[in-house]
């Protein structure tokens, strides 16, 4: 495995990769020192998220291997496919991965997201378009959607206040 430590606006991000893919991506407090191993794959990300985080980039091309149950992948797989500066419910979610019923168990399984921002589970929002639960604290979430709103056309309508 290689980890490797990106200061960026939402804070310290520890980022592995394994076998040629992002295994995760873990919001931290602080710097840490850690033996960094900078592969090929490693530095691709990182060089992607410094252009989502300028601005500059609206889609990652990057291959990952989040390690979760299937329905959990599968609900990862539905949130990959959320555009830059959208946002889907939780409801919707539900509804794309076979079974409206499941709104609780898809929140579980977004709170779960090993690779957080690159699956952009910040763009998943409660049924009344309010900001709702996110690993890495709300203010993250909401910087995220603000980011991506500044560096859109769009208007986006959030209930954020």
Known sequence: MNRAILKSPVGYLEIAEENNAI?????IDQYIEIEENNSFYLRKCIEQLKKYFSGKLFLFDLKLNPSGTDFQKN????VLKIPFCS???????????????VVRAVGNAN?????PIIIPCHR????NGKLTGYAGGIDKKD????????FSNKEMQLGLF
């Open 23 to 27: 295994i995760y991506i873990h919001f």
């Open 75 to 78: 609900v990862w797989k539905e």
């Open 87 to 101: 946002t889907k419910t939780y409801q919707e979610i539900a509804e794309a991965v076979g079974d409206a019923g």
């Open 111 to 115: 709170s779960h997201n090993p690779i």
């Open 124 to 127: 998943v929002v409660g049924a």
């Open 143 to 150: 910087w995220l959607l603000q980011h991506e709103l500044k």
